[in-house]
């Protein structure tokens, strides 16, 4: 298989690396499009901010590169809320995949932003392996994309928010799955058996 990481200035681009070499699998970590498009499948991560992100991808005309794409890709974090059509993180238009707002977490009770640390999903119509259906995930942000008809797992901090999503031949997560443990590999697998 002909796997290609995006490479921008995200954060945990090496991370995902790893996850997928624990898989024994292999894998191209690039900017150019010509590998992007050829690739049989695409992971967008990221950890970072909306606006330095998408002008990043302007810059290197990736954002058009992404919007085109056929084959399965899947969004990671960052990656997932730039799949969205707009961010409230430094008033920050996306890719518009998803036709989404990512909203700001606001403090509730004893619930702070960000969001850091374990908490379990609860599937809608999901792509992921059965098994993992109300277990735990790893999650890191202070931006959230409400539960809408693209929504194919649910998490519940501050108020239920999409833990997951599906278009078409787009896939994303809100949490991370290369620091998910065994479940973080499952829903890896997940998306590598999609055609």
């Not at 994309?145 to 519940?156: C, G, K, L, R, Y």
């Amino acid at each position: 298989m002909n796997l290609a990481i995006i490479k921008y200035n995200a954060g945990n681009i090496r991370s995902v690396a790893f996850a997928l070499e624990r898989l024994g699998l292999s894998y191209t970590i690039t900017d150019h499009p010509e590998e992007i498009i050829k690739a049989d499948k695409v992971i967008f991560p990221g950890v970072g901010e909306a606006n330095a992100t998408m002008r990043y991808l302007k810059d290197k005309k990736l954002d058009q590169v992404i919007k085109g794409l056929r084959q399965p890709v899947l969004g990671i974090c960052l990656g997932m809320q730039l799949l969205c059509a707009y961010s409230e993180e430094n008033d920050t238009p996306c890719l518009g995949i998803f036709n989404e707002q990512v909203k700001k977490f606001q403090p509730h009770n004893h619930e702070k932003v960000p969001h850091m640390g374990w908490n379990s999903i609860t599937f809608t119509e999901s792509w992921m392996d059965s098994s993992v259906a109300d277990k735990f995930v790893y999650f890191v942000h202070s931006y959230y994309v409400p539960v809408n008809a693209h929504t194919s797992a649910i998490t519940e901090y501050i108020q239920p928010f999409s833990a997951a999503l599906q278009k078409n031949n787009f896939f994303a997560v809100q949490f991370h799955p290369e620091k998910s443990a065994d479940v973080g590999e499952k829903i890896l697998h997940s998306f590598l058996k999609v055609t």
